[in-house]
């Protein structure tokens, strides 16, 4: 291991604004609004405000996939937030989030709106509002709620560990790449043992604990997070892989990942979706500009 200096802390840390990285611009190390802007609402009892980073598929996946079982009260308006633009920090957005990250969703289908923050929080929120996707008996729905908060807690050693350092931090620093690389590695390998002897990560059934976890670390097996997939080898990982493949087939987790998009393909685009029919009519203006 090299290093070019080395950093003494301070005794007392300031925040210095031109820290580089990618997101500098829009981290800050106080919370609150920092400007004006009232959120949008559709016609739907359920209004999403997101942006279709792993953490955002969560949920628009799970309303995929509960209205191709026919929960049709699961119909729902999703609403581009730009977080690179700093949205997550207008007044109406923190008002349902005061944590400032998306997703955060609006449930107006009771006497009493209710907001839900958190992805987590809102899968499980969802799941027990339409009975679906999260099993009832006690040993299996605690197995369930048990990988769906293992993700919870081990993702940010993904993100914003290894995909921070590896991908975005303004310095390459071996000691971080090297530390997030090695829990990495050690969380796709919990999971390739739990799918050795499962079909889907909770046991038999798909649940909201794949849904959770499978835009994470299916994501990353199946390269489209940080371009880092032969640097992990996640070939080593022939069970998530296995895993991986069987859920991107599932046409709900194809327009779930679809919602809020705005990088990649223009054909993998729905930067709004306010109707079913709004998948469609993407595929027919795909379709107009490639005949042009």
């Not at 190390?29 to 942006?51: C, E, K």
């Not at 080593?236 to 493949?245: G, I």
């Amino acid at each position: 291991m090299t290093n070019s200096s080395e950093y003494l802390p301070p005794k007392v840390w300031t925040w210095h604004t031109e820290n580089g990285g990618k997101f500098a611009n829009i981290n800050r190390p106080i919370a609150g609004a920092t400007h004006d802007q009232d959120l949008p609402v559709g016609r739907h009892p359920l209004q999403l405000y997101s942006l279709a980073t792993p953490n955002g598929q969560k949920v628009t996946i799970l309303l995929e996939e509960l209205l191709a079982l026919g929960h049709t009260g699961a119909e729902y308006d999703a609403w581009l937030i730009h977080i690179g633009e700093g949205q997550q920090f207008g007044s109406g957005f923190v008002s349902v989030n005061p944590n400032s990250k998306i997703p955060a969703l609006m449930d107006y289908s009771g006497a009493k709106p209710i907001r839900i923050f958190e992805s987590g929080a809102i899968l499980q929120y969802l799941a027990e509002k339409f009975g679906a996707f999260l099993p009832t008996e006690p040993a299996a729905r605690a197995e369930c709620l048990s990988w769906l908060f293992w993700q919870m807690g081990s993702a940010p050693y993904l993100g914003g560990g290894f995909g921070h350092f590896y991908a975005y931090a303004p310095t390459k620093i071996e000691y971080a790449i090297d530390r997030f690389a090695m829990e990495t590695k050690r969380q796709l390998d919990v999971l390739d043992k739990q799918l050795a002897v499962s079909e889907y990560i909770a046991g038999s059934e798909y649940s909201i604990a794949d849904i959770a976890i499978w835009p994470w670390y299916g994501g990353l097996v199946k390269g489209r997070l940080y371009e880092a997939a032969e640097f992990l080898s996640v070939q080593d990982y022939p069970h998530v892989q296995r895993w991986a493949d069987a859920i991107d087939a599932r046409p709900a987790v194809q327009r779930g990942r679809m919602v809020n998009r705005v990088s990649g393909e223009l054909s993998g685009q729905l930067r709004e979706r306010h109707d079913a029919s709004d998948f469609a009519t993407r595929t027919q203006d795909k379709l107009a500009v490639a005949s042009e």
